[in-house]
C-alpha cells in the first residue's frame, strides 16, 4: 500500500483552488491526479481536516479472542488436526479457513502436526503380536 501524500502538499492544493483554479489546472500545476484534487476538496468541505484516513486494518484477526483457547487445545492435545480446530471453532461461532488456523498456530509458536511414529508410545508393528 503506498504513502499518503503529505499535508503540506495536500494544503497546497487546496489553497490553489480556493485562489480560483479549476481542478484540473491544479492536478496538472502539482502532477497530482485530478481525482486527488477532487478527493481533497471533498474532504477540505466535509471535515475541515486535510489528514489522511488511517490505512490498513486493525490490529489482530478473528482468532485473537481465541487465542488463549486455541493454544490450551493444542497443548492438552498435541494430536489434533487443523481441520478438526477449524470444526471446533465453528461450534464456537469462529468461521476460518485451515490455513488461518495454521499461521495463527505458528505465529503462537506451536505445532499442529502430529507426532512421527518413532515419537508414538506404541509402534504400529507392536500391536500385530509378531
Known sequence: MGKPHPIELRSRVVAFVEEGNTHREAARHFRVSPRFVNNMMILHRSSGSLA??????????????HGHWIA???????????????????????????????????????????????????????????
Open 72 to 130: 490450551q487445545r493444542v497443548s492438552a492435545n498435541g494430536e489434533v488436526t487443523l481441520d478438526e480446530l477449524c470444526v471446533e471453532l465453528v461450534e464456537r461461532g469462529v468461521h476460518v479457513h485451515r490455513s488461518t488456523v495454521g499461521r495463527f498456530l505458528n505465529g503462537l509458536g506451536l505445532s499442529n502436526k502430529k507426532k512421527s511414529q518413532s515419537q508414538r508410545t506404541v509402534a504400529a508393528g507392536d500391536c500385530q503380536g509378531t
Open 52 to 65: 489522511p484516513a488511517r490505512q490498513g486494518h486493525g490490529p489482530g484477526g478473528k482468532l485473537t479472542a
